[in-house]
């Protein structure tokens, strides 16, 4: 199941993805581990990412028309922030078949394949430490015979090794400037609320001035848009924009496309720290009913839940309470945008509810790797529930006067 393994040269997130962890069909759906994959990379499809795959070796090989169906999964939205895709160990015939498919269907996207038949080949590239690569894996790229001589000089003129790299770098690199505080993305809202000077008389009502900057322009100017939140803006839009927000700038949101503005929100969100929603809390709540036929009593559990779990967080209370009642505007404006509970909750439950720094480790067996992703799974599917629920009663747990408020 995909993981993180650290940043490339451009500091992009690089992603994992190992063959031999693939179970067998006959026991595990595979479209369940197909909405597992497309879950995990809603996490990052916001911004520029890489993704390796290690092809071989594999216990298990899904069939093709499995394959078919996820490649046109992989919509416009996964492909156009993925910078490149490294392919190691692929056998022959699959690769054949990849090209073919990917020249008929995407020569754009093909530009963007590289494969590699052994690890130093990929060493070439793109850093990677060994503790993200199984050791099935790197146990069978030590049985493969050796390149040939061309190849390896070729390898060897660009391989990387921590010494060799550490050696270039100090050669080549100009002097580091460290990079200058952030002012907006990826801090408390503790953080936040002192640079915005908030006093304590004030703490019941604080939104961070960056969050009311964003949605008050979307309010303005996107509740009609089609699809909003579900559509990536530009890689270099969004990166500006944020950029310039991070600098304490009061940017004027509407030089930029409305989904840079939609995208900077559930930006704001993921990078949060502390998530808003905790994976406890959701744990805690279970799996809900559908939304739709939910009893009084069920409304009175998670009311006292979010009492108890809310309780001496203010900040985190005001801005869920802010954020619910946007997107219920959002949801007023459906018949316009198509955006319903349900498609908001797909598309906001990763950013509000994570683990605030995403694990690393490498699931050592394909048990631990698919216990891995029934966890996030549950998660996920429990979560988009539970936010889809308080996107729709919002007014019931956060009513305009102050009683009977959470």
């Known amino acids: 199941m995909p993981y993180i393994a650290g940043l490339d040269n451009d500091s992009r997130p690089i992603?994992?993805?190992?063959?031999?962890?693939?179970?067998?069909?006959?026991?595990?759906?595979?479209?369940?581990?197909?909405?597992?994959?497309?879950?995990?990379?809603?996490?990052?499809?916001?911004?520029?990412?890489?993704?390796?795959?290690?092809?071989?070796?594999?216990?298990?090989?899904p069939a093709w028309m499995w394959l078919m169906r996820a490649y046109r999964a992989l919509d416009r939205k996964y492909k156009k922030n993925l910078k490149a895709l490294y392919v190691v160990h692929l056998t022959r015939t699959y690769r054949i078949i990849f090209d073919l498919?990917?020249?008929?269907?995407?020569?754009?996207?093909?530009?963007?394949?590289?494969?590699?038949?052994?690890?130093?080949?990929?060493?070439?590239?793109?850093?990677?430490?060994?503790?993200f690569i199984p050791k099935e894996v790197?146990?069978?790229?030590?049985?493969?015979?050796?390149?040939?001589?061309?190849?390896?000089?070729?390898?060897?003129?660009?391989?990387?090794?921590?010494?060799?790299?550490?050696?270039?770098?100090?050669?080549?690199?100009?002097?580091?400037v460290p990079p200058l505080p952030s002012l907006a993305f990826g801090?408390?809202?503790?953080?936040?609320?002192?640079?915005?000077?908030i006093q304590e008389a004030d703490q019941s009502?604080?939104?961070?001035?960056?969050?009311?900057?964003?949605?008050?322009?979307?309010?303005?100017?996107?509740?009609?848009?089609?699809?909003l939140f579900r559509k990536s803006p530009a890689t270099e839009e969004l990166s500006r924009a944020k950029a310039e927000l991070n600098r304490g700038e009061l940017i004027d949101l509407a030089r930029y496309d409305i989904n840079v503005a939609a995208?900077?929100?559930?930006?704001?969100?993921?990078?949060?720290?502390?998530?808003?929603?905790?994976?406890?809390?959701?744990?805690?709540?279970?799996?809900?009913?559908?939304?739709?036929?939910?009893?009084?009593?069920?409304?009175?559990?998670?009311r006292n839940a979010l009492v108890d779990e809310y309780k001496g967080k203010p900040y985190q209370r005001n801005l869920l309470m802010y954020l619910l009642r946007f997107l219920d505007k959002v949801v007023q404006n459906a018949d316009k945008n198509l955006m319903t509970a349900h498609n908001l909750a797909v598309v906001f439950t990763p950013a509000l509810i994570h683990d605030g720094?995403?694990?690393?480790?490498?699931?050592?067996?394909?048990?631990?790797?698919?216990?891995?992703a029934a966890v996030y799974l549950q998660r996920m599917s429990e979560g988009t529930t539970l936010i889809r629920y308080l996107i729709m009663n919002q007014s019931r747990f956060f009513p305009l006067s102050n009683e009977n408020t959470i």
């Open 15 to 61: 992603l994992v993805l190992n063959a031999c962890n693939l179970p067998d069909p006959e026991k595990i759906n595979y479209d369940l581990i197909l909405a597992y994959i497309l879950t995990r990379l809603d996490e990052f499809v916001e911004n520029d990412y890489v993704l390796i795959f290690f092809s071989s070796p594999a216990h298990y090989r």
């Open 205 to 227: 009502t604080y939104i961070p001035s960056v969050v009311r900057h964003i949605v008050n322009h979307l309010e303005t100017r996107g509740l009609d848009t089609e699809g």
């Open 101 to 131: 498919a990917n020249r008929i269907t995407s020569p754009k996207f093909a530009r963007k394949l590289h494969y590699f038949s052994m690890l130093q080949e990929l060493y070439g590239v793109i850093r990677l430490s060994s503790q």
């Open 357 to 372: 720094n995403s694990s690393t480790d490498v699931p050592a067996t394909q048990e631990e790797a698919m216990a891995t």
């Open 263 to 302: 995208s900077l929100l559930k930006v704001f969100l993921k990078e949060l720290p502390q998530p808003l929603v905790t994976a406890k809390f959701c744990s805690e709540i279970g799996r809900l009913p559908d939304p739709e036929t939910c009893s009084t009593d069920i409304f009175e559990r998670v």
């Open 138 to 176: 790197i146990d069978y790229d030590t049985r493969l015979p050796p390149m040939m001589p061309s190849l390896a000089g070729r390898s060897r003129s660009l391989s990387w090794s921590p010494s060799s790299y550490s050696a270039s770098k100090r050669k080549a690199a100009p002097p580091s």
């Open 187 to 197: 801090l408390t809202l503790e953080n936040l609320a002192r640079r915005d000077n």
